[in-house]
């Protein structure tokens, strides 16, 4: 039996439950610890996701032991797993701009933004890098959410306050992490700030449990936390093992993005071309196309397109596609059902349509995916 210690500043239900399901099938003896480690803890291997080198470093023989982090730097016995945040990023750039949101806010970083092999460490400056590609700006406070908070909860409500009324609705408000999404809610409520109509939400995690059960159903990132913990117990099942494991970072990403109620708004002035897409967004599980949101949007194929491209700079054909994409992504990554019963839940009329349709915008079939999602590369 192998025992494993994890080490985890904020525990995922999501990243745990792959844990310990990897964990039972491998003869792993999980132990977890929060961020404060027994000093001299002795074992096989560590899982960490925000820890330090000095924090970990009071495990017993820690150069010796395997140990698979989120932060530090591939070295010696360290091998890293974090997520692409430029990647990420532009998922949800691209999903507020396709709704038409013209005005986006987060909260900063609690440390200084800095760059990790070359990628954004945090996703807001990753996501301030994103919009800009886009010529548009991120809003941030000039105070930290957490910092404000922690020092007197009542007078760091009042200056979030302040800071949602100062910002021209409607926006789209991106938060990190879950942390403070309920006071998020509490604050926009006493602002009688409606959301989705003028404040749309979105927080970086895939905990159902947090967004689905929140004051607004949230709309969210998903499979993140299912493909880092899938990568991350492997990579250290190999280093137990004693394989030689390359000194080289290890990327996960979202599979796409979760819509529910907080989101579920349209920043376009354009009445048509609303119509259009609010038709694409709900109907796009069924054989529908150009054709037919142009006859409910109440214009020409042609004209339809003008607008798309006016407004989104792509196709209607294109826009349609992509919502189908990210839906195709999730099912591969949060699901077991066959390819025929993801083309019947995404608008495609056989396997075989599906799975030419992923291969020519991704460049691998369908299960190639799943399957790189689900375990590294040996």
Known sequence: MKHVLCAL????????????????QHGWSVECCGEKIPRRWFGDGVLSDYLTQKELSVIDRFEQTPVVSRILLPRRNIRTVRPDTERIASMIADYFIDKGVTRFVTTPPNVPASMLDGKPRHIQTALKLALAERN????????????????DYRRGSEKLRDFFSSIERPFALILPSPRRLALVYRIL????????????VMVNTDNPMITENAAVPTSCISGEFGEL???????????MAGEPVPERMVYSTSAGVISRRSTDTLAVADLRLARAVSFFLQNYMNLIGVEDAAGVAGVSRGMLIRLFRNHFGKSPSRFLLEIRLNQIRHLLDSTDLTLAEIARRCGYGSDMALSLAFRRETGIPPGEYRNSRRHMEP
């Open 9 to 24: 500043q904020e525990p995922n239900e999501v990243l745990l439950n792959h844990i310990y399901e990897f964990g039972r």
């Open 136 to 151: 548009f700006a991120l809003i941030q406070p000039k105070f930290s959410f957490d910092v404000e908070l922690q020092k």
């Open 189 to 200: 409520d006493d602002l009688g700030m409606r959301v989705p109509e003028e404040v749309a």
């Open 229 to 239: 913990a899938s990568k991350m117990v492997e990579l250290l099942e190999r280093m």
